[in-house]
């Protein structure tokens, strides 16, 4: 080996242990408050965001020329693997010094997290699937059976949608179908959260629709001003929004379909200039989100309907999706509140579907890991339009990696495999999109009339592509997400 090389890299790994080993004393109180259990896991975390928030691209090329570990594909075990690397170079470790956080621990600690919140399957070699129940199945026991046998392992349960009569009807079958096939299936219900949505109070409130243009001025109000009875006014359902929106800030419509831009802002009204319609229909319709990605929207992300769906949550599922979650404070609320209801609460799925949340995220695992066993779903959906559809593959593998660092297991969500589950037939590129899934511990299918095909197809795809990605060589510049809660 070149001693000079060599010399540099021991030196710039021994900085590295010291800024994590500073970093950790620095949070000590926090992490006693974490149950022990999770100890380990919550200080590899931030063993990992300490090298996230270094750029080491040279590091990993020297670390290459030597012929040893890059740091690549080591999120879970980060401080052992720097170890281990520095004892080929013939550094030796007192007992009490060396790291706990192994690669077998690791492997071990992810593998029961996973059956924790999903349970056991029948393939080990592929995600664990999740199917979107439809009310339909509410009277369908064979559709949830052949379910079952065809590989979903968790049935998700909107609240968004029917009532308790028909949730407890489709967890009756479920379990019912559960005990008959042997196979495992766990309960997962989603808090509905608050809804920002579309209504029609000007032109095209009769029908419900109105046709609009590129180029159109269109009002954002909660009642319809004087004098703008012709004009298109909509009234998002959700009240002081519009106090928060800034001329300049975006607009999204209908799944960001349609973009607009606040071009006035009046004591009562918004005036929001429509600069893309990627449709041929070119209208809006009642009851589409609305998302406004540049805004600090003050909604509490619990809502008074959420809080009265928790008694039956806590009796009847397994795990709770926490809807537009954006802070620990928030995350904090809802385990409160769970805890109020049962001495058993289900594990909390935080659903990342914010700018914020992404942010925020080391701090939600870490206020995650203080009630146990958590996951998260990445909701690709809201979050592709409130972060710009252009950034959801680099947002994707950060929110994978830090999930990894702290072994919690992730949710891949929204339009897997969509055009296939409305059609028949699957586009080229979400074939490809679903291969990367496998890349999460769970994959989320929305319902559809294809819904076994799609499970079919999916779990193919899997077990296709789910052995290569381990494989890939990554290069570490600094990550935002890292050098935002190291400055914190």
């Excluded at 009769?206 to 004098?227: C, N, Q, R, T």
Aim: with cysteine.
């Amino acid at each position: 080996m070149d001693a000079s090389l060599t010399l540099s890299v021991f030196q710039q790994l021994d900085r590295l242990i010291g800024k994590m080993k500073n970093e950790t004393e620095r949070r000590r109180e926090f992490l006693a408050l974490i149950p022990e259990d999770y100890r380990l896991s919550a200080t590899n975390l931030i063993h990992y965001l300490t090298l996230r928030n270094e750029d080491i691209r040279d590091l990993q090329d020297e670390l290459h020329v030597l012929g040893l570990s890059s740091l690549a594909s080591s999120e879970s075990h980060i401080l052992s693997q720097i170890q281990s690397i520095m004892k080929r170079l013939g550094k030796e470790f007192p007992e009490d010094e060396v790291e706990a956080c192994t690669y077998d621990y690791s492997l071990a600690k992810m593998e029961k997290e996973q059956r924790n919140l999903f349970g056991n399957k029948m393939e080990d070699g592929i995600p664990y699937i999740m199917v979107t129940f439809d009310s339909s199945f509410s009277e369908n026991y064979a559709i949830i059976k052949t379910l079952l046998q065809n590989g979903m392992n968790v049935a998700r349960i909107n609240c968004a949608h029917d009532n308790e009569a028909v949730w407890a009807q489709m967890i009756q079958l479920i379990r019912r179908a559960s005990q008959h096939t042997g196979l495992d299936c766990k309960v997962y219900m989603d808090l509905a959260g608050p809804k920002i949505r579309t209504k029609l109070i000007g032109r095209g409130m009769d029908k419900g629709k109105v046709k609009i243009d590129e180029g159109e001025l269109i009002w954002l109000a909660e009642s319809l001003p004087s004098g703008l009875e012709e004009q298109v006014v909509i009234s998002p359902n959700e009240k002081d929004v519009l106090l928060h929106v800034e001329e300049g800030h975006r607009v999204y419509l209908d799944d960001g379909i349609i973009k607009g831009i606040v071009e006035k802002k009046e004591k009562d009204k918004l005036g929001v200039r429509i600069t893309r319609v990627s449709s041929a229909k070119k209208q809006i319709k009642n009851d589409k989100g609305i998302n406004f990605p540049d805004s600090e929207l003050a909604i509490a992300p619990l809502t008074s309907f959420d809080i009265s769906c928790l008694p039956f949550i806590c009796n009847h599922a397994d795990m709770v999706g926490y809807s537009f979650v954006r802070y620990a404070s928030d995350l904090k609320e809802l385990q409160l509140k769970l805890q109020h209801f049962s001495s058993d609460p289900p594990d909390i799925i935080i659903k990342i579907e914010t700018p914020q949340a992404v942010k925020n995220l080391p701090s939600l695992l870490l206020q995650g890991m203080q009630s146990g066993s958590c996951g998260v779903m990445i909701a690709r959906g809201d979050l592709a339009v409130e972060i710009g559809f252009e950034r959801m593959g680099e947002i994707q593998e950060e929110i994978l990696w830090i999930c990894e660092s702290a072994h919690i297991p992730v949710i891949w969500a929204t339009q897997v495999l969509e055009t296939l589950n409305k059609s028949g037939v699957a586009t080229r590129s979400e074939i490809t999109d679903a291969s990367h899934a496998a890349l999460a511990e769970c994959v989320m299918v929305n319902k559809g009339d294809h819904t076994i095909e799609v499970i079919e197809t999916l779990r193919d795809i899997l077990l296709r592509t789910g052995g290569h990605h381990s494989k890939k060589r990554y290069i570490f510049r600094p990550l935002r997400i890292a050098q935002r809660f190291m400055n914190h």
